[in-house]
């Protein structure tokens, strides 16, 4: 079974901090990804990764950056954190050549 | 206009019953359709995927994917409390592409 993890379950932050997601795919998957779940608006596309220190920007990269130094491990960066960033993250990982995603368990930040 | 739209229910049902989920999606280009599940303060987890048109079974699960209607549907039959989650269509155009995902369609499935 595909295993994909994340950090935390639930984070809360102040306003400024600056916060790390991080998530972990053992199955050796080329591609990750990291989205935010909000009511109404489902899941956007925060920034991926198709490869080693290969990064991506999705629909909403502003106020984000991502790292990716191994293949197993796509991290989340929240430089300066503010309260609109108060939502639900979730990585996510593929492999090459197979139009599926395999989802981590989310992360709930809550920013204040 | 929105890449994939998905009513959000809420859908309730009573034990047993047939129960059908649907998307409709403006880009003709997807060719790669899957549905999640998605249970309370939990991740989305793969459920169905479908290589452009037709029909998927699995278990009480059934995918259909129509093109030429650019509509897309999962039923569940006999349906079971444990069905109780919010479903998640997502596609995409084809390998490496972005996927896009539907808000989602809350299901209560009541005993």
């Known amino acids: 079974d595909v295993k994909v993890t994340q950090s935390s379950r639930y984070l809360v932050k102040r306003t400024g901090e600056k916060v790390f997601l991080e998530c972990v795919q053992d199955?050796?998957?080329?591609?990750m990804f990291w989205y935010r779940q909000d009511p109404g608006l489902g899941l956007r596309l925060i920034y991926f990764?198709?490869?080693?220190?290969?990064?991506e920007k999705g629909d909403i990269p502003e106020g984000y950056s991502v790292s990716r130094e191994k293949k197993e491990r796509f991290s989340l960066i929240l430089e300066s954190a503010s309260t609109n960033q108060t939502s639900m993250y979730l990585c996510?990982?593929?492999?090459?050549?197979?139009?599926?995603?395999?989802f981590g368990p989310g992360t709930r930040l809550l920013v204040l | 206009q929105k890449e994939v739209e998905q009513d959000p229910g809420p859908l309730s049902v009573p034990e047993g019953a047939i129960v059908s989920l649907n998307c409709t999606y403006s880009?003709?280009?997807?060719?790669?359709f899957m549905w999640y599940r998605q249970y309370s303060r939990k991740g989305p987890e793969l459920l169905m995927y479908?290589?452009?048109?037709g029909n998927k079974e699995d278990g009480r699960f059934t995918a259909q994917v129509d093109k030429s209607s650019k509509y897309i549907s999962l039923f569940i039959r006999d349906s079971q409390p444990s069905d109780s989650a919010t479903y998640l269509c997502?596609?995409?155009?084809?390998?490496?592409?972005?996927?896009?995902f539907g808000t989602g369609t809350s299901l209560t499935v009541i005993p």
């Open positions: 880009n003709s280009a997807f060719q790669y």
């Open positions: 996510a990982s593929s492999p090459v050549g197979v139009e599926t995603q395999y």
């Open positions: 199955m050796d998957h080329e591609n």
């Open positions: 997502a596609m995409s155009v084809g390998t490496g592409n972005q996927f896009y």
């Open positions: 479908t290589y452009s048109s």
């Open positions: 990764s198709y490869d080693v220190k290969m990064k």
